[in-house]
Each structure stands twice: as structure tokens, then as C-alpha cells.
């Protein structure tokens, strides 16, 4: 098990990566740098594999197996799908089974240092108080007084309108903590989505709501909004349960999900105190209904990338130029070297404004 994990991880490194770097132009080249990392992976699998295993040793054993091999069918999916002529979706489908196999990891962060590292932030691995806090918080006994780590609340992948959330494990249930509210974009799941918040929250001692939309993507087609009220109750169950800084409630998204978070985000009554839209588009019943005005005085990050070819780089700019006109407090980040996929390196950007002292002092 041992020679197995440091490939294993090495591999999910090349992954996240990939998944950053992806923009369907250049899908071989990126299919050339991952296709490697199965052999490096193959071996050490093959190896445990053979091997009887006692029965005391299968809860280690057994989740680790079967990561590695999703993450040798995701690569196989990848480099399949990069191949000319090419197929964009297959792409984006090969990495949503990224977030499987973290979920099929984590429960074994208490048991694997390396492990235990790798799901923080980079600047935050070699913590050696934080990793020790993590794991002691992880096998401490509560009775189940205080439900900690990832949890689900009607929120299998079958399910439509549940919703996942992480709480840190070193919570004492006293300490007031910031909450992500993390929306995933068309056609995914609020499952999935958790895992490109989770690191950043695990670090630093934040609360991540991942709520997955009632049909195939968020309220933004027309017609009635099913998802507003929903969301103010998931925030609401989660308040009551666990001390939510209520001066810090971030409302973000990708794509699909950012369109979203600013038509819902600027809804009076919503609960939200600050916007993060990432890859999305100003919606334009924001300007119909005059819900734009309240973004007067209103935090706001707003992140495109310059590559986008699905909202192409001038959609972000009109929403820049009619969040300024409105008065909203914003920071806007238009990356290079981003196409429509998620920005992680983004996150701690967005905690370090959110848990600031206000959000114009980060812009």
C-alpha cells in the first residue's frame, strides 16, 4: 500500500493540473503530458492487487485500489478523447470523475499522512500542527454529538435538489466560520463540485455548502426560479446546526452556477453577503427586473478567463462595465491562461477577500 500511494498521488497532481490547463485546442498536448502518469501508477497497483490482503487491512486496502483504478480509467477516458477529431465533451466528462476519486480517498486522510497533506491547500502541506489537529479531530469520539467532515443530505448522484457540505473536523461548534455556498455548473452536481472547494476549506476552518440544482442546471432558462428558496433553507439548516459567520455567507459558482449566484445572489432577502461568479455571464433579467441595483455597495469577485470559448472574454467585460455602473465593490480578474473550466488556484484569493476586512480593501 505504501508503494502504491506516492504514484497514486503524483498522478491526481497531473490531473488537477490538466483539469486547470484545459482548453480543447490544445487537448492533445495535455493527453501527452498525462498519458504517462498510468504507467507510474500500473505497477505498484498490479503489485497490491496480487496480494492476499487480511481482512483487518481492507478498509485501507480497498478504497485505494479502487481510486487507483478510476483514476487509470479517467486518464484512458482523457487521452481517448483528445484524439483527433476530438471530442470537447468527452474531455470535461473524463474529469468529472476527478471528485470520485478524492471522495473515494478522503475517508483515509486520518490514516495517511501524505494523504492528509495533499488535501490542503499547497501553501498550508507542511503544517505539521494542522495535519496533527486533522487527524486527531478525525478519530476523536463524539457519539456523534457533532457531525463533522463530508456529509450528505439527499445528495447521492441520483438525487436532484439535496445538497453536500463539508465541516472542518477541528471544529469545536463555538468559533464563528465563514460559509462557501459553491453552485456546480449545467449538468453537474453538487457532490462533485464540493471536492474544488474542499482543500481551501480544510485548511483555513470554513464551511462549504455544495447544493445541487433541481433540474439538469439552475434556474436561468426562463420560468419560475425553483432553486432561490431552496438555497436560503439549505443556509438556514446549516446556520442553525453550526456557528456560521453571518457577516460572511459567499455566494459562488462555475459557469452555469456563477450565471446563477449573481441573478439569485442579488434576490432581496437572500442571505448571501458576498458574490464570486467564476465563468459566467451577467443574466440579463438582472438588468429587466432592476435586481442590478443591489449590487450598490455589494462585494463582488468576478473571474473569467481570457481563453473562455464557451462565454467568450467580452461577456465578462459588459458584466464588469454594469456591476461598476451599479456601484458594486468589485474585483474583477480577467486570468490569461484560462478557458471555461474551473479556476482552484483561484480559491484562496477568494477566502483571503472574503475573511478580510472588507472586500474593497482586496480589489
Same mark, same amino acid.
Given at each position: 500500500?505504501?508503494?502504491?500511494?506516492?504514484?497514486?498521488?503524483?498522478?491526481?497532481? #497531473?490531473?488537477?493540473?490538466?483539469?486547470?490547463?484545459?482548453?480543447?485546442?490544445?487537448? *492533445?498536448?495535455?493527453?501527452?503530458?498525462?498519458?504517462?502518469?498510468?504507467?507510474?501508477?500500473?505497477?505498484?497497483?498490479?503489485?497490491?492487487?496480487?496480494?492476499?490482503? *487480511?481482512?483487518?487491512?481492507?478498509?485501507?486496502?480497498?478504497?485505494?485500489?479502487?481510486?487507483?483504478?478510476?483514476?487509470?480509467?479517467?486518464?484512458?477516458?482523457?487521452?481517448?478523447?483528445?484524439?483527433?477529431? +476530438?471530442?470537447?465533451?468527452?474531455?470535461?466528462?473524463?474529469?468529472?470523475?476527478?471528485?470520485?476519486?478524492?471522495?473515494?480517498?478522503?475517508?483515509?486522510?486520518?490514516?495517511?499522512?501524505?494523504?492528509?497533506?495533499?488535501?490542503?491547500?499547497?501553501?498550508?502541506?507542511?503544517?505539521?500542527?494542522?495535519?496533527?489537529?486533522?487527524?486527531?479531530?478525525?478519530?476523536?469520539?463524539?457519539?456523534?454529538?457533532?457531525?463533522?467532515?463530508?456529509?450528505?443530505?439527499?445528495?447521492?448522484?441520483?438525487?436532484?435538489?439535496?445538497?453536500?457540505?463539508?465541516?472542518?473536523?477541528?471544529?469545536?461548534?463555538?468559533?464563528?466560520?465563514?460559509?462557501?455556498?459553491?453552485?456546480?455548473?449545467?449538468?453537474?452536481?453538487?457532490?462533485?463540485?464540493?471536492?474544488?472547494?474542499?482543500?481551501?476549506?480544510?485548511?483555513?476552518?470554513?464551511?462549504?455548502?455544495?447544493?445541487?440544482?433541481?433540474? #439538469?442546471?439552475?434556474?436561468?432558462?426562463?420560468?419560475?426560479?425553483?432553486?432561490?428558496?431552496?438555497?436560503?433553507?439549505?443556509?438556514?439548516?446549516?446556520?442553525?446546526?453550526?456557528?456560521?459567520?453571518?457577516?460572511?455567507?459567499?455566494?459562488? +459558482?462555475?459557469?452555469?452556477?456563477?450565471?446563477?449566484?449573481?441573478?439569485?445572489?442579488?434576490?432581496?432577502?437572500?442571505?448571501?453577503?458576498?458574490?464570486?461568479?467564476?465563468?459566467?455571464?451577467?443574466?440579463?433579467?438582472?438588468?429587466?427586473?432592476?435586481?442590478?441595483?443591489?449590487?450598490?455597495?455589494?462585494?463582488?469577485?468576478?473571474?473569467?478567463?481570457?481563453?473562455?470559448?464557451?462565454?467568450?472574454?467580452?461577456?465578462? #467585460?459588459?458584466?464588469?462595465?454594469?456591476?461598476?455602473?451599479?456601484?458594486?465593490?468589485?474585483?474583477?480578474?480577467?486570468?490569461?491562461?484560462?478557458?471555461?473550466?474551473?479556476?482552484?488556484?483561484?480559491?484562496?484569493?477568494?477566502?483571503?477577500?472574503?475573511?478580510? *476586512?472588507?472586500?474593497?480593501?482586496?480589489?
Amino acid at each position: 500500500l505504501g508503494g502504491l500511494l506516492p504514484p497514486l498521488l503524483v498522478t491526481l497532481e #497531473r490531473v488537477g493540473w490538466v483539469q486547470r490547463n484545459l482548453y480543447p485546442p490544445v487537448a *492533445p498536448r495535455l493527453a501527452e503530458e498525462l498519458a504517462p502518469a498510468a504507467a507510474a501508477v500500473k505497477g505498484p497497483l498490479g503489485a497490491v492487487e496480487a496480494l492476499p490482503c *487480511p481482512d483487518d487491512l481492507r478498509f485501507m486496502r480497498d478504497p485505494l485500489v479502487d481510486a487507483a483504478r478510476q483514476a487509470l480509467d479517467l486518464i484512458a477516458i482523457f487521452v481517448e478523447a483528445a484524439q483527433p477529431p +476530438g471530442d470537447p465533451m468527452g474531455l470535461y466528462r473524463a474529469l468529472r470523475r476527478f471528485a470520485r476519486v478524492q471522495e473515494t480517498l478522503y475517508p483515509l486522510a486520518p490514516v495517511f499522512e501524505p494523504l492528509s497533506r495533499w488535501f490542503l491547500e499547497p501553501a498550508r502541506r507542511d503544517d505539521d500542527a494542522l495535519v496533527a489537529s486533522l487527524r486527531a479531530a478525525a478519530l476523536r469520539d463524539d457519539d456523534g454529538v457533532r457531525q463533522t467532515g463530508v456529509l450528505h443530505a439527499s445528495n447521492s448522484r441520483d438525487d436532484r435538489g439535496g445538497f453536500s457540505l463539508y465541516v472542518p473536523e477541528y471544529s469545536d461548534g463555538q468559533g464563528l466560520m465563514p460559509l462557501v455556498v459553491a453552485l456546480h455548473g449545467g449538468h453537474g452536481h453538487g457532490r462533485d463540485f464540493l471536492w474544488a472547494w474542499l482543500r481551501e476549506a480544510r485548511s483555513r476552518g470554513t464551511l462549504v455548502l455544495s447544493p445541487t440544482s433541481l433540474d #439538469r442546471t439552475w434556474s436561468i432558462m426562463g420560468g419560475d426560479d425553483v432553486d432561490a428558496e431552496p438555497l436560503r433553507g439549505m443556509v438556514e439548516s446549516v446556520a442553525a446546526r453550526y456557528p456560521v459567520d453571518r457577516a460572511r455567507v459567499l455566494l459562488t +459558482g462555475m459557469s452555469d452556477g456563477a450565471t446563477y449566484a449573481l441573478l439569485c445572489g442579488l434576490r432581496d432577502g437572500m442571505p448571501f453577503t458576498h458574490l464570486a461568479p467564476l465563468c459566467g455571464v451577467l443574466h440579463p433579467l438582472l438588468l429587466a427586473n432592476g435586481d442590478l441595483a443591489r449590487a450598490r455597495d455589494f462585494p463582488v469577485y468576478l473571474v473569467h478567463g481570457a481563453l473562455d470559448w464557451m462565454f467568450p472574454i467580452h461577456t465578462a #467585460r459588459m458584466a464588469r462595465e454594469a456591476l461598476t455602473a451599479a456601484g458594486a465593490r468589485l474585483v474583477y480578474r480577467e486570468v490569461e491562461d484560462l478557458s471555461h473550466t474551473y479556476p482552484r488556484d483561484e480559491n484562496a484569493r477568494i477566502l483571503d477577500w472574503l475573511t478580510g *476586512p472588507t472586500a474593497a480593501a482586496a480589489g
